[in-house]
């Protein structure tokens, strides 16, 4: 619905000038009042109606709203003076802004009648009443409403509503008092307008009734104002708390949930919101309980009412020192708010110590600042310091309970996250000590691998190594620990210390599970209290490759199935035996064996790779295979494009282990074996063909280390082993393998051989002139073997 009366409305004159005081709009009841048509008068200056050496006016004038008498030119050259009273307008098309003037016209302006009772009665109403006739124009005010819109009833009497207020607000009443004149059906109305004289923007319940004649017509509008502001403000502080404790600590980042505060409180609290927290490295680690000036703080997060962040003095993530004199300083030392005024001279020592702070400060208009100390736990963590230049009020005592309210509630979010990032840092720092920092070379496979924490949890507990066994073999091993932190951490070295000293007594891999699911079980009832066991528990999968026989045997608990993709063939799940989780003492593990040509790439990894809220694991299957069906020779680029195919940008929901490893095959011309009969006569020539078969290699360096490394071995299991006997020669570019195999299962020992004995000093001999040695058991008896280590060729 339209105003009633148009703006071209005689009964007042009106006119629109623009901001550089140029007439854009001239209605007749001006032309009335001044004889001027809007032919002579729109576009011209509107200065030119002023008569000569009048200087108590401008136009266009200064502020939202300016009233005054001015001394006009007539068209036929009268001084004509008139009060005017005019508005600030935003123009609809963000142009630039325009301004309304008015002026009722005599003998258009409503005359009360002398009624002393209907005075009196708007003079003792309790609330702001306005009386308007038939024709929507001000009839009547009592004194309450004339100090609501800040002008005496004899000025604006005769004007309409949106002339007296000019603002959007006072035109959408209108409508309704146009509603409540042709429906005559009282109306309620709730908005927001500026008193008179104020700045701030009160809440308004305005309840518009008919006025009657005594034949039925409606004659007017009755209009009364309920100033209900404070209890409107109180709802929208317990808005902002309510609002607060949703909005802020949202993550477990000390940045974020201080952004989160500072975007909190702009622009429902401030204009400008800095937030500065203490260094907790600068106080050995812990937030002090106490703060003595100067204090180092450093920026977290800043919010402004400008468009994007002004250019500010500190920036995020730069520390700033503060004097004794600075806001931050003295909140932080009283550890209660303060607040102060700029350019009053109570900050005026503060502003000088830093001039580039000081030039913003006036740039912007800042005026007033409160600090608010961040405290939590009986702990001071920083400060939140609030600022106003646009919203002209000063802080109120209400101010500073919403902040301190709101800063409270921040204080234990940020304390939360805090703490977190601190442990998660440690169990991070401690997770990456405990993994392998790079993988061990090995002739039998080429390795990459990566390792990621959950983005939001922290650390977990997965692990992978790759771990070198005798004969040219290696180990491959990936595991995972239940639970996230420290804890996690702390358990993974524990097992992964385990699982390599149980490889390096080269026990099957089923053997192996079985020997760590007991360590599991005696963790969990080692964590445990109360005759309850703990919340140990763990996945694993271990495998051994052989480059010589080019076989790969692997066992699992509980741990997804590597993934397999031979040379110039698609990827594919290798199927093994199911075993249960470490810990649960389940049934026996079961390995499987199985032949890898060379150059076939195994995949392994833990389940935070292919899981995920958003999808299902077979998805996550078919997503590897995709990304592994694209290899590369390069598994560094391989492991990347892995991750980066699976995981999402925000970082994955649980931590991310990844083995990749190529194999490699020992040809037969690097492996020499011989078959020998239990005759102590025999190891001479045994010796003999050794030294044959190390020239033929080109390896005489070794020939002498070799003769005795054999005849030791050989003669030992001769005289204590079981037939039948076998040596076996296996050699790369660095290491050179004597191995020698029989039947029985009784391992040698060294000692050190007294001075009387004849004999126990072969094994020390062995011992001493190899890299290292040791024995292993198989299904068939045990093999003793001995490292000795080859000059690299420059």
């Known amino acids: ?144 409403m004339a100090d609501v819109i800040g002008l005496p009833e004899e000025r604006i009497r005769g004007l309409r509503m949106p002339e007296i207020g000019g603002k959007v607000q006072n035109e959408e009443l209108e409508r309704h008092m146009v509603g409540v004149l042709t429906t005559g059906e009282p109306q309620e109305v709730r908005t927001y307008l500026r008193a008179g004289g104020e700045d701030r923007e009160h809440a308004w319940l305005i309840r518009m009734a ?94 402004s009412v400008l468009e994007g962040i002004p250019e500010v003095v500190t920036q995020v993530g730069h520390v700033e020192h503060y004097p004794a004199s600075s806001p931050q300083a003295d909140s932080l030392t009283a550890g209660r708010t303060i607040v102060g005024a700029l350019g009053s001279g109570e900050l005026d020592h503060w502003l000088a110590w830093n001039l580039p702070r000081r030039e913003r400060v006036r740039e912007l208009g800042m005026h007033s600042v409160m600090s608010v100390p961040i405290r939590a736990r009986g702990l001071t963590l920083g400060v939140a310091v609030l600022t106003r230049h646009r919203n002209p009020e000063p802080f109120t005592a209400d101010d500073v309970l919403l902040a ?73 091993v990936v595991g995972d620990v239940i639970g996230h932190g420290v804890q996690a951490s702390a358990t993974m070295g524990r097992l992964r210390t385990a699982v390599r000293t149980l490889a390096d007594i080269d026990l099957a891999p089923e053997e192996l599970l079985t020997h760590l699911d007991d360590l599991v079980v005696r963790l969990s009832a080692d964590t445990g209290g109360e005759g309850r066991p703990g919340e140990v528990g763990a996945t694993c999968l271990y495998a051994v490759y052989d480059p010589v026989s080019r076989h790969c045997t692997m066992a699992r608990a509980g741990h997804p199935s590597p993934l397999v993709v031979p040379p110039g063939g698609e990827p594919r799940q290798i199927r093994l035996p199911a075993g249960p989780p470490l810990g649960l003492g389940g049934p026996p593990f079961e390995a499987a064996d199985l032949y890898l040509s060379e150059g076939s790439v195994l995949s392994f990894y833990t389940d935070g790779l292919i899981e995920s809220r958003d999808r299902e694991a077979d998805a996550g299957h078919r997503l590897l295979c995709e990304a592994l069906a694209t290899y590369t020779d390069s598994l560094d680029e391989t492991c990347d494009r892995i991750l980066h195919a699976l995981l999402p940008a925000g970082g994955a929901a649980d931590d991310v282990a990844l083995l990749l490893a190529r194999t490699r095959g020992l040809p037969p011309s690097q492996v020499s074996t011989w078959d020998i009969l239990a005759d102590p006569a025999l190891v001479a020539p045994v010796r003999k063909q050794v030294v044959e078969q190390l020239d033929t290699w080109g390896l005489q360096e070794a020939t002498f280390t070799a003769e005795l490394v054999v005849s030791e071995l050989v ?36 000692r050190r051989a007294k001075t009387w004995d004849e004999g126990g000093r072969g094994l020390l001999l062995v011992a001493q002139l190899t890299q290292r040695w040791g024995s292993r058991h198989t299904a068939d008896g045990k093999t003793i073997w001995a490292e000795i280590g080859l000059l690299e060729e420059e």
């Open 210 to 303: 008919p006025i009657m004649a005594p034949d039925g017509r409606v004659r007017g509008v009755c209009t009364a104002a309920h100033d209900f502001s404070e209890n409107y403000r109180s709802r929208q502080r317990l808005q902002l708390v309510n609002e607060a404790s949703v909005r802020i600590g949202t993550t477990l980042d000390v940045a974020r949930t201080a952004q989160e505060l500072a975007d909190m409180c702009v622009p429902a609290l401030t204009d400008f919101a800095t937030v500065d927290l203490i260094d907790p490295q600068d106080y050995g680690g812990e937030p002090p309980a106490r703060i003595t000036p100067p204090v180092s703080l450093r920026r977290a997060a800043h919010q």
């Open 1 to 144: 619905m339209s105003p009633v009366y148009p703006f071209d409305d005689a009964a007042t004159a009106r006119a629109a000038i623009d901001e550089y005081g140029t007439l854009l709009e001239w209605n007749t009841g001006a032309q009335r009042l001044l004889g001027w048509s809007a032919a002579e008068t729109v576009g011209r200056p509107a200065g030119r109606l002023l008569v000569r050496g009048t200087a108590d006016a401008v136009l266009p004038p200064v502020g939202p709203r300016w009233y005054g008498t001015v001394a006009l030119r007539h068209r036929d050259g009268r001084t004509v003076r008139v009060w005017l009273l005019a508005h600030r307008r935003e123009s609809p098309h963000g142009g630039p802004d325009r301004w309304l003037v008015y002026t009722p016209l005599e003998g258009e302006r409503p005359v009360p009648s002398d009624d002393t009772l209907s005075r009196a009665a708007l003079a003792q109403a309790p609330c702001a009443v306005a009386v308007y006739d038939e024709r929507l124009r001000l009839y009547r005010v009592n004194d309450a």
């Open 404 to 476: 301190e309210e709101i800063t409270a509630r921040a204080a234990v979010c940020i304390d939360n996250a805090r703490r977190f990032s601190r442990e998660r840092e440690t169990a991070l720092a401690l997770q990456r000590s405990l993994l392998p920092r790079s993988l061990p070379p090995t002739p039998a496979v080429d390795a990459a691998s990566r390792y990621l924490p959950a983005a939001r949890v922290g650390v977990g507990g997965d692990w992978f190594d790759v771990i070198p066994l005798s004969g040219m073999r290696v180990a491959m």
């Open 715 to 750: 003669t030992n299991a001769i005289r204590y082993g079981a037939r039948p006997i076998r040596l076996r020669l296996i050699h790369d570019a660095t290491t050179l393998i004597c191995e020698v195999s029989d039947t029985s299962h009784t391992a040698p020992h060294l």
